[in-house]
């Protein structure tokens, strides 16, 4: 074989090899539009399911659609509004504590009043067994922050009993629980320091 002949054997299986990866690469992008609504519509239903779990009883807005973004400790916080009328009665956002294996988000719901309505944990890498514990199918321990809020307990009681505060800690998994109360006593800082701005108020009153 000449060298021409090698020149146009190798152009040949360059454009063959062109050629295959378009119709790759145009099979990919096909596939990923057609997925693209459904995997919107269980994004969606998991955000709904989650805002439900934390938010009890029935609101006249579309939640979802209601949304403000603030800066918060670990970045832009998304918060979600429930209404009553125009009156903002209850607030849902995610915060993140820290965990033994790393980060730890959870989603609360809070009250108009300033009240934890619920905390779930969303996501986790706890150890199974030991941290795990703070996952409702797990144990009851995470429904302890319902009605509480800032003054109950008191400040300095925001902490696993180890610490000196009023929550259970795990055995051999202190740490967990505490990024956890340290994550929710902060999102209930960033209520209260952002009070007019979730509650949509004007200067501060109704």
């Not at 062109?18 to 997925?35: F, I, K, N, W």
């Not at 902490?159 to 967990?176: E, L, Y």
């Not at 209260?192 to 979730?198: G, M, N, P, S, T």
């Amino acid at each position: 074989m000449n060298l021409e002949e090698l020149r146009g054997k190798l152009s040949y299986q360059g454009l063959l090899l062109g050629g295959v990866a378009l119709l790759t690469s145009g099979a990919l992008a096909l596939a990923a539009r057609a997925t693209e609504a459904d995997i919107r519509a269980a994004e969606m239903r998991d955000l709904k399911q989650s805002l439900a779990i934390v938010l009890p009883g029935q609101y006249d807005n579309d939640i979802t659609q209601d949304t403000l973004v603030l800066s918060g400790p670990e970045g832009d916080v998304t918060v979600y509004r429930a209404r009553h009328g125009n009156q903002v009665d209850a607030v849902v956002y995610r915060v993140v504590g820290h965990g033994y294996a790393g980060a730890i988000v959870c989603v609360m719901g809070v009250s108009r009043e300033g009240k934890i309505l619920g905390v779930r944990v969303l996501k986790h890498s706890e150890t199974p067994g030991l941290g795990d514990k703070i996952e409702p199918g797990k144990s009851k321990w995470i429904y302890d922050f319902d009605g509480k809020y800032l003054g109950d307990p008191a400040a300095e009681k925001w902490a696993v009993k180890k610490d000196g505060g009023v929550f259970d800690q795990f055995a051999g998994a202190t740490i967990t629980p505490r990024g956890v109360v340290k994550a929710v006593k902060g999102g209930l800082e960033f209520f209260d320091k952002e009070r007019a701005k979730l509650l949509d108020e004007t200067g501060g009153k109704s």
